[in-house]
């Protein structure tokens, strides 16, 4: 065979062998065999002193055109392999696809109504204590004033467990835990969740939120109740809603009242929500009677309180313009996002 016809055939074979690799990694293996020190084409160099005089010159030019050749079609190859495994993988990812959405979750309307009415009290100085939803007959009933024959026991409805042992009916007796374990002067706000066997309808559940508030020290007077309570009412209703006390009765305080906030709804002037009073009840509240004080150890000659309860429902309610409550309890998302 004459030596071009040599270039030729191993030109042509090497042409064929880098056109049917299909990843670099095979590529590289065509390079080894024909450019590498030991290759093919180096093989074609040692043969060049055996060549005819005469053929030599174009024979060593013959291989240096092929090497360059294969280089040239080793970088096309390895360009079209990179570029299509590239198209793959820009069909796999569609970079201009918009981003799956993520939500991002928000507070419950009564999480957050409870949040900030703690806020509102521990700028005041007020600390966040909690109590169990599990309560003894003793600190739901007897140590606040209610004796087992009271008729006001029927108005805290009560799910009995077994023994002495209940679902609190109101936050109130985390008054008596706390004062069982700490003495005046303190200032406390309790959030938590209270039961009772109520029907539910949309003003009613068998379960719902309390933010109980008790501040005792050894001059507390109903002046400082009122204080904390328009305090409270201009922070989480607005600077210009009023408050109003109207005398009431709770076992537990004496003298007892229930409080209204104007409504925020129609300033005051009379609505559909506040049925054309203008006023809305939204706690009760009193100066802490001397009987709970004994029933904690706590010498009433010398300490004086007051203490508080609200309905976050409520409160929530109000402030959202909510008109059931049991929207509250059925994880809508349409109705929880909006807040
Ligand atoms: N515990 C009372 C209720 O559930 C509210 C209240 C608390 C009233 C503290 C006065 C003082 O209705």
């Known amino acids: 065979m004459g030596s071009e016809d040599r270039l030729k055939r191993v030109e042509e074979e090497a042409i064929r062998e880098i056109d049917a690799t299909t990843s670099l990694d095979e590529l590289e293996t065509v390079k080894i065999k024909y450019l590498s020190r030991k290759g093919i084409v180096s093989q074609l160099f040692k043969d060049l002193p055996n060549i005819q005089e ?8 013959g291989i240096n055109r092929l090497k360059e050749l294969l280089n040239q079609e080793l970088k096309q190859r390895s360009d079209k392999i990179l570029s299509e495994s590239g198209s793959e993988l820009a069909e796999a990812v569609d970079i201009t696809m918009p ?3 993520r939500d991002i979750g928000v507070l419950h309307p009564i999480t957050k109504t409870m949040k900030e009415i703690c806020d509102v009290f521990s700028h005041m100085g007020f600390a966040v204590v909690e109590g169990p939803e599990i309560e003894t007959e003793y600190n739901n009933f007897e140590a606040l004033n209610i004796p087992v024959d009271h008729p006001s026991r029927d108005t805290f409805d009560t799910f ?3 023994d002495k042992w209940l679902l609190r009916s109101h936050t109130s007796p985390v008054q008596i835990r706390y004062m069982q374990e700490h003495g005046p002067p303190f200032s406390i706000v309790v959030p938590g969740k209270v039961f009772r066997p109520d029907a539910v ?9 309390q933010v109980e508030g008790l501040m005792v020290s050894d001059n507390i007077t109903f002046a400082n109740l009122k204080w904390a309570l328009f305090e409270f009412a201009s922070a989480c209703f607005g600077p210009a809603s009023k408050v109003r006390f109207r005398p009431h009765f709770f076992p537990f305080t004496e003298p007892s009242a229930e409080v209204d906030v104007s409504c925020m709804i129609c300033q005051g002037r009379g609505c559909r929500v506040c049925s054309q009073k203008g006023w809305l009840e939204i706690l009760g509240a009193g100066m802490v009677d001397p009987n709970v004080f004994k029933a904690v150890g706590i010498d009433p000659d010398k300490y004086s309180g007051f203490a508080f309860g609200m309905g976050v429902e409520r409160i929530a309610m109000l402030k959202y313009g909510i008109d059931d409550i049991r929207l509250f309890y059925e994880n809508d998302l349409r109705f929880l996002n909006q807040f």
Do not use: L, N, T, W
């Open 54 to 61: 005469d053929e030599k010159p174009s024979f060593g030019k």
């Open 99 to 101: 981003a799956p959405r």
């Open 160 to 162: 009995y467990i077994k």
């Open 201 to 209: 309808d949309a003003s009613h559940s068998f379960m719902f939120h």
